[in-house]
């Protein structure tokens, strides 16, 4: 696995918090269906570092401003949770958290972004709030039981529920 993540693909996301309506909010993306591993799954914005990104809190900045259609000029940032490989797609994950007091409206990419899905940050806070199912077969024909946040129809789950737990961990600590 060493050897895999020395080689792995490197990428960045953004936990933006933002007031909605007096809470705490989240702001993840559906991706669009296309003909890849991560098709019209929930996540947080993010992608792959770009040679002309000048770091990787610079690449977290872009892909949130070009896949949700923000402004990421008034975002700041508050941290850093931890790296997380994910081997399915070879990436490694920067994770950052920022804060935005004056958030524009979305505007999502219609090319990379199905929708936008606005989770208050109390949501996860919840009882009961974490479940177990089965979400895609491996590709040895064997189908894969995973954690996920059962958020009022909305599941989240693999990498990007890693990394809300890790955030949601450090909160109530």
Not at 52 to 69: N, P, S, V, W
């Amino acid at each position: 696995m060493k050897q895999q993540m020395a080689f792995a693909k490197q990428s960045a996301v953004l936990i933006l918090l933002y007031e909605n309506h007096g809470k705490w909010t989240i702001p993840f993306i559906k991706r669009a269906s296309y003909d890849g591993i991560h098709s019209g799954q929930i996540s947080l914005p993010g992608g792959k570092k770009e040679e002309k990104d000048i770091d990787f809190l610079q690449t977290a900045l872009r892909e949130t401003q070009e896949e949700l259609g923000i402004s990421t000029e008034n975002v700041r940032i508050l941290g850093q949770l931890s790296d997380l490989y994910i081997p399915p797609s070879n990436f490694i994950v920067k994770v950052f958290v920022g804060y935005c007091s004056n958030l524009d409206t979305f505007r999502p990419d219609s090319v990379e972004v199905a929708s936008v899905i606005e989770i208050a940050l109390d949501d996860f806070f919840a009882k009961d709030i974490i479940n177990r199912k089965a979400f895609y077969r491996s590709s040895d024909g064997k189908e894969k039981t995973a954690p996920y946040y059962d958020l009022s129809g909305v599941e989240l789950w693999g990498a990007t529920a890693m990394i809300l737990s890790e955030f949601v961990e450090m909160i109530r600590q």
